[in-house]
C-alpha cells in the first residue's frame, strides 16, 4: 500500500525557473493538501482540495498554484522561483467529510533555489 | 484565528525514562480534533495519537499517552520507556470542526526530542 507518493524526493532550482511537484494518493481520500516545512515554523498550509474540483488557499498560497488533476492527484507549481521558496514541501491526504480524521503524508520533497 | 503553541524547542531524556512534551491551543470552538505527529530524521510525518475535545478520557497509545485539559486548552504527550527510535521532532496539530476550513490542521513550530542511551 503506497499511500502518498511524492515526486522528485530533491530538486535544486534556479530563481526564475518553474516546477511542478506531483502528488498522488492510492487510499481513495476526497481530500488533498500541500504544506511547506522551514526551520522552526512547523508545517504551513498553501493549498488545499477538499473534494475533486475544488481548491482553496491556505496560509502561505502567494507564488504558487495547485491543480486537481483527478481524485488522486493534486499537484504544486512553482511559476517563477524565488530563493523564498527553498522548503521541504509535503503532500497530505484526507477523508474530509469523516470528522477528526488524520491526515497522511508523503515523505516530503526537498526543493533548493539559487 | 485557532493557533498552536509548543512552547518547549529541544528536549532531551535518558533512554528507559519518561518525558512529556507540552502544547497549548488557543480556540473559540467546543467541539474539536487534537494531534500529535513524529518526524524522525527520516523526514516521515507519523500520527502519533488523537484526541477528541468532546472525550473526556484522555488519548493512549502503547507507550504514548496524552493528558487533555480542555478548560486550560493544554494537550501534552507523555512518552513512557523513552527509546533510541523515539528521537524525532514532534508537532501538536489542531483540527477545528467549524467553518470552511474544517479539516485542515494547523501545527506548532514542534519540539525536538533526542532520546540519549
Known amino acids: 500500500n503506497a499511500g502518498v507518493t511524492q515526486t522528485p524526493k530533491f530538486q535544486v532550482l534556479k530563481t526564475g525557473q518553474s516546477m511542478t511537484l506531483q502528488c498522488a494518493q492510492d487510499m481513495n481520500h476526497n481530500s488533498m493538501y500541500w504544506y511547506r516545512q522551514d526551520p522552526g515554523m512547523g508545517l504551513r498550509l498553501i493549498y488545499y482540495?477538499?473534494?475533486?474540483?475544488?481548491?482553496d488557499k491556505g496560509e502561505v498560497p502567494n507564488g504558487y498554484n495547485v491543480s486537481r488533476l483527478n481524485k488522486r492527484e493534486f499537484s504544486l507549481r512553482l511559476e517563477s522561483a524565488a530563493p523564498s521558496q527553498t522548503s521541504v514541501y509535503f503532500c497530505a491526504s484526507s477523508l474530509r467529510d469523516r470528522a477528526g480524521q488524520p491526515q497522511h503524508f508523503g515523505d516530503g520533497t526537498r526543493l533548493s533555489i539559487l | 484565528a485557532q493557533t498552536v503553541t509548543q512552547s518547549q524547542p529541544e528536549m532531551s531524556v535518558q533512554e528507559a525514562e519518561t518525558v512529556t512534551l507540552s502544547c497549548t491551543y488557543d480556540?473559540?470552538?467546543?467541539?474539536?480534533?487534537l494531534f500529535w505527529y513524529k518526524q524522525p530524521p527520516s523526514r516521515q510525518m507519523i500520527l502519533v495519537i488523537r484526541q477528541e475535545a468532546y472525550k473526556q478520557q484522555n488519548a493512549t497509545e502503547n507507550r504514548f499517552s496524552v493528558n487533555f485539559q480542555k478548560a486550560a486548552k493544554s494537550f501534552s504527550l507523555k512518552i513512557s520507556d523513552s527509546q533510541l527510535g523515539d528521537t524525532a521532532m514532534y508537532f501538536c496539530a489542531f483540527m477545528g470542526l467549524g467553518g470552511g476550513s474544517q479539516g485542515n490542521l494547523i501545527f506548532g513550530k514542534g519540539t525536538k526530542l533526542s532520546v540519549k542511551p
Open positions: 480556540t473559540s470552538e467546543s467541539n474539536y480534533y
Open positions: 482540495s477538499a473534494s475533486e474540483g475544488t481548491t
